[in-house]
């Protein structure tokens, strides 16, 4: 079945930058598209980025447009996340998703890891 | 971009009564491709990630029971849960993923 296991969260100040990892088993991860879904405390869901099976195709949300970069690494089955310029509304529980359907929505996700952005 | 407009924001219901959560979209989000709404449904329990529960609006995915059930087309889509069980008690959220940004739904807490 699949398995999505995020790392890299942690506590980092204004304007620093982080990288999450997400490491990917039970499925043919270079087939396919995966997203960064993220929860501020307390709040909704909102989708960060997805980036295509084979890396050629990536889109954001304007809130993170210019400061997020969604990248892969097909050979390690691993999705990234490099955060640049990290604000304390980045504050939030970064979850990745795979889409491993016939459509761009998030069948599977991982158990999430935790970003904490301090001024 | 598309909005996604959930009402009601929280919800109550009675044990094995019938539970409907609605999601307006600010434009039609028809997938031409395939003539499907490009459209899901998520549920989030406290402490854990969300899971799949419809997508194209009416497919439920594998291993969801049969009392949650997926309508509508063009801009306005429902989530009707038949007869509400304890285990039902979650945040839910809609999701439009015709066009990035794939924006979702505020949410619907649903307690009994």
């Known amino acids: 079945q699949v398995q999505l296991v995020e790392s890299g969260g942690g506590v980092v100040q204004t304007g620093k930058s982080l990288r999450l990892s997400c490491a990917a088993s039970g499925f043919t991860f270079r087939s396919y598209g995966m997203h960064w879904v993220r929860q501020a405390p307390g709040k909704g869901l909102e989708w960060v980025a997805i980036i295509w099976y084979d890396g050629s195709k990536k889109y954001y949300a304007d809130s993170v447009k210019g400061r997020f970069i969604i990248s892969r690494d097909n050979s390690k089955n691993t999705l990234y996340l490099q955060m640049n310029s990290l604000r304390v509304e980045d504050t939030a529980m970064y979850y990745c998703?795979?889409?491993?359907?016939?459509?761009?929505?998030?069948?599977?996700w991982g158990q999430g890891t935790r970003v904490t952005v301090s001024s | 971009d598309i909005v996604m407009t959930q009402s009601p924001d929280s919800l109550g219901v009675s044990l094995g009564e019938r539970a409907t959560i609605n999601c307006k979209s600010s434009?039609?989000?028809?997938?031409?491709?395939?003539?499907?709404?490009?459209l899901a449904w998520y549920q989030q329990k406290p402490g854990q990630p969300p899971t799949l529960l419809i997508y194209?609006?009416?497919i439920r995915e594998s291993g969801v029971p049969d009392r949650f059930s997926g309508s509508g087309s063009g801009t306005h889509f429902t989530l009707t849960i038949s007869s509400l069980q304890g285990e039902d008690v979650a945040d839910y959220y809609c999701q439009q993923y015709c066009s990035p940004p794939f924006t979702f739904g505020q949410g619907t807490k649903l307690d009994i």
């Open positions: 998703a795979s889409s491993v359907g016939d459509g761009d929505y998030e069948d599977s």
């Open positions: 434009q039609s989000i028809l997938f031409s491709s395939n003539n499907e709404n490009c």
């Open positions: 194209w609006a009416y």
